[in-house]
């Protein structure tokens, strides 16, 4: 489909019903398998375009849906009917090619426990470093999110 922007108020209003509206429309369709990325703008065509290319290469049935914050080069990939036993081949390709964009593995709803794996194909041993010590200087217990991303 063609990109939405909102030109006044109402408009805006319109775009935040849809938007808020899309998990429970795409719920009738089973879990998805989900990305949460951040790309360069420049990117985004180049992963829409490869991402449905690889989502219909591993099940042709299957049913991306790419939807999110774009301008700010934050973007959703759902994935719906697709087998959960073909996920972990799909989920390695995704994140090489998010790798291959040049874009973070995880945008705005952070790495957690799925991603970790691939925190360092966006993040360089010293952004990983400073995020333990993040990390260690605000949870010096470890109890808060235990063994999610450091564990």
């Given at each position: 489909?063609?990109?939405?922007?909102?030109?006044?108020?109402?408009?805006?209003?319109?775009?935040?019903?849809v938007r808020?509206?899309l998990?429970?429309?795409?719920?009738a369709?089973?879990?998805?398998?989900?990305?949460d990325?951040?790309?360069p703008?420049v990117?985004?065509?180049r992963?829409?375009?490869?991402a449905?290319a690889?989502?219909?290469a591993?099940?042709?049935d299957?049913?991306p849906?790419?939807?999110g914050?774009v301008?700010e080069g934050?973007?959703h990939?759902n994935?719906?009917?697709?087998a959960?036993?073909?996920?972990?081949?799909?989920?390695?390709?995704i994140?090489d090619?998010?790798a291959?964009?040049?874009?973070?593995v995880s945008?705005?709803?952070g790495?957690g426990t799925?991603k970790?794996?691939?925190?360092?194909?966006?993040?360089?041993?010293t952004d990983?470093?400073?995020?333990r010590?993040?990390?260690?200087?605000?949870?010096?217990?470890?109890?808060l999110?235990?063994?999610?991303?450091?564990g």
């Amino acid at each position: 489909g063609e990109p939405a922007v909102s030109v006044d108020s109402v408009a805006r209003q319109r775009l935040w019903r849809v938007r808020e509206s899309l998990a429970e429309v795409l719920s009738a369709y089973g879990p998805p398998l989900k990305f949460d990325v951040s790309l360069p703008l420049v990117a985004i065509g180049r992963f829409a375009r490869d991402a449905v290319a690889l989502v219909q290469a591993h099940v042709h049935d299957a049913l991306p849906m790419l939807f999110g914050h774009v301008g700010e080069g934050n973007l959703h990939l759902n994935v719906l009917r697709f087998a959960p036993q073909r996920e972990s081949a799909l989920y390695a390709e995704i994140m090489d090619l998010i790798a291959d964009c040049g874009g973070n593995v995880s945008s705005e709803h952070g790495v957690g426990t799925r991603k970790r794996a691939y925190l360092g194909m966006s993040r360089d041993i010293t952004d990983i470093a400073v995020m333990r010590s993040v990390k260690a200087a605000l949870d010096p217990t470890g109890y808060l999110n235990a063994a999610v991303l450091f564990g």
